[in-house]
C-alpha cells in the first residue's frame, strides 16, 4: 500500500541529491525516508554521486536493491590505477584511474536510452571544460543524449577520472561549478527538498601535505565546492528550500568502511528533517528548517583580527578594545546561515541551539573537529 503523502510537502516538488564522493550513499537513506511518508518527487536532480543515486531512483531500482549494491561495493570495483597510459604518456595521461569500472557502475544503475525516454524528468550537472561553462542534461534542448553518458561525466572528478565527451562537449564532474543544482531545477515547482552530503561541513585535515597529490587536490576540491555552495544558500531566492545535511561529515569521500553508517545517517536526517517541516514548505521562500541560536565569543582567544565583523556586519562588531561582539540575538538561522563562523582563525565563535524548551546545545555545524 502507498503511504499518504507527508503533511508540509506541496504537491510538486523537486529533488535535488549532491555530490560527496562514497558519502553520498547516504542519499539512499534519504529516499527511504521520503518513500515511507509517500513523498513522490515531480522531478529529480543531481552532481556526481548524487547523479548516479538520482538516475538509479528513475531506473525503478528499490531502496534495497540500492542498498544492497552500496554494501557490497569494494574500492577495485571503482578505481583501478591506469597505470599504462600513465607510464606511456605520463603528465599527459588524463587521469589517474581507468575509465571502465566507473563506467560498468553507471551501466548497471543508469537507465538505458535518452532523456526523453524517461518517465520522471532527470536532470544531470556536469561542467564542459573547454567552454568553462554549466551542462545540465535533461534541460530542454540537452535531453537527446545518452543517461549513462552524462551520469558518467558528472562522476568523472577531474584529475580522478577521464572526461566524457557529449554532444561534442568535453564534460566532468558538475560539481566544480555547482554542487548541489538546486536553483537550475527550481522553476515550476513548488518547493525543492535538497540533500547535501559533501561540501558544507568540513572537519580539519592533518598532515594533508604527506598523503600525496590526490588528497592535496580532493581538499582543495572540498573548499572549493563548500565555498560555491554557500554562496548559492545565501542567495537563494527561489521556492522554499527543504536542505537536508545528513551527519557525514566526519567520513572520508572515498572510503568503503562506513557504508551502513553512512546510508542510516541519510534516513536520519532526512526524518527528522520531513517530520519537523511544518508548514514552511508553503511559504514564499527561504532555507528550511530554521532553528533559534545563541552566538558567543571567547574573548581570551579573540585577536581582534576583525574577519567576522566584515564578513557579517549585521551580526558581529569590534568593541572598543578591538574585541569581536555579537549583535542582537538570538538569531534565526537555517543551516545555510553562519558561514563566517568558522572562518574565525582562532575558533573564537561558537554557535549554541535553544531548543524548544529552553534547552541548549552546541551545534556541530561548524565545529571544527579532527578526523
Partial sequence: MTPPPAKGIPPRVALVL????LKGLAHIGALRALEERGVRPTLIAGTSVGALIAAAYVRGLTIEQMETRALALRKPDLFRVDHMSMVVKRMLSPSLYLEQPLQNIVDS???????????????????????????TWGLPGLQDVRVTDAVYASCALPGFFPPRVIDGRTCVDGGVMENMPAMMVSRHVDAVIAVDVGSTS???????????????????AQLMMRSLQQMQLTAWHGPPLLLVRPAVWQYNWFSFAHTRAMIDAGYAAACEALDGVGDSLYASGGVYPRRKVELTVDRARCTGCGICATLAPDIMQMDAEGKAITVGGPHEWSRADGAF????????????????????????????VGE
Fill in 18 to 21: 549532491g555530490g560527496g564522493g
Fill in 109 to 135: 544503475l543508469a537507465p538505458e536510452g535518452t532523456f526523453r525516454d524517461l518517465s520522471i524528468p532527470l536532470f544531470v550537472n556536469t561542467v564542459d571544460l573547454e567552454r568553462g561553462a554549466q551542462v
Fill in 202 to 220: 568540513l572537519t580539519a585535515a592533518r598532515r594533508v601535505r604527506e598523503k600525496g597529490f590526490a588528497s592535496i587536490f580532493m581538499r582543495s
Fill in 341 to 368: 563562523v568558522p572562518e574565525c582563525p582562532v575558533q573564537a565563535i561558537s554557535v549554541e541551539v535553544i531548543d524548544g524548551d529552553g534547552g541548549r546545545h552546541r551545534t556541530m555545524e561548524h565545529t571544527v
